[in-house]
């Protein structure tokens, strides 16, 4: 089984709809959590850190279920510019590394 | 501009000659990582670096070193290039690691090893 597993989609919705992607996680000794967004054949960028309360970033809503190890985004209106590829991110080895998933991909369509 | 800058950007070489891809950052961040990203397999972390002189491997460091002199600088060796080492790089830092501080990416080096 993977560290970090995700859909890798393609998710394909229309321009305003609401989208959400979850990322599962094996070990449960992982402290931070993040999205990250990456553009195709560019850099990864993050997006949002993920807290145990959950947080909200504009149309962007992350949150944390730990007991059954899962972190999730929610896109809200989507818009065009929301096509990339979502990267779950979750750290281990006492915070020292990253474990990417695959990534989700999501295709907002006019 | 705060960056991270890799170069080259785009490589093309043959089995078995050295090539180093530099990294350098100039937001004086203390952790530095290299990355590849291969179809079907996302990222994967190759070594890292929590500071001068302090490096560690990572999931995948065969066939890679690293050296960490300068603060700002972090390049990636490949001794004896192999073409399963045809890859997309990335460079990362970061002002430290722990549960809130992001990790900045260089633009990526896209390495053919034929």
């Known amino acids: 089984r993977k560290e970090v597993e995700q859909d890798p989609g393609p998710f394909n919705v229309p321009e305003g709809a609401t989208v959400a992607f979850n990322c599962t996680y094996s070990?449960?000794?992982?402290?931070?959590f993040f999205w990250y967004r990456q553009d195709c054949r560019k850099e990864p960028k993050l997006l949002m850190s993920v807290y145990s309360s959950g947080n909200e970033d504009g149309r962007f809503t992350a949150q944390l279920n730990r007991a059954s190890q899962y972190i999730s985004l929610l896109i809200r209106d989507s818009k065009l510019s929301d096509s990339a590829t979502y990267l779950c991110?979750?750290?281990?080895?006492?915070?020292?590394?990253?474990?990417f998933g695959g990534g989700t991909r999501l295709m907002v369509k006019p | 501009e705060a960056q991270v800058t890799q170069n080259p950007r785009y490589l093309i070489t043959v089995t078995g000659k050295k090539l180093t891809v530099t990294c350098s950052q100039n937001m004086n961040h203390e952790y530095m990582s290299w990355y590849r990203q291969d179809p079907g397999l996302g990222l994967r972390q190759i070594y890292y670096s929590m500071n001068v002189e302090v490096t560690d491997k990572g999931d995948v460091p065969e066939g890679y070193k690293v050296s960490r002199k300068e603060k700002r600088n972090f390049p990636l060796i490949l001794e004896s290039p192999s073409p399963n080492q045809t890859s997309l790089y990335f460079c990362?830092?970061?002002?430290?690691?722990?549960?809130?501080?992001?990790?900045?990416f260089g633009p990526g080096t896209r390495l053919t090893v034929t």
């Open positions: 070990n449960s000794a992982s402290q931070s």
């Open positions: 990362a830092s970061s002002l430290q690691m722990g549960l809130t501080y992001e990790q900045y």
């Open positions: 991110v979750v750290s281990r080895n006492a915070g020292n590394m990253l474990t």
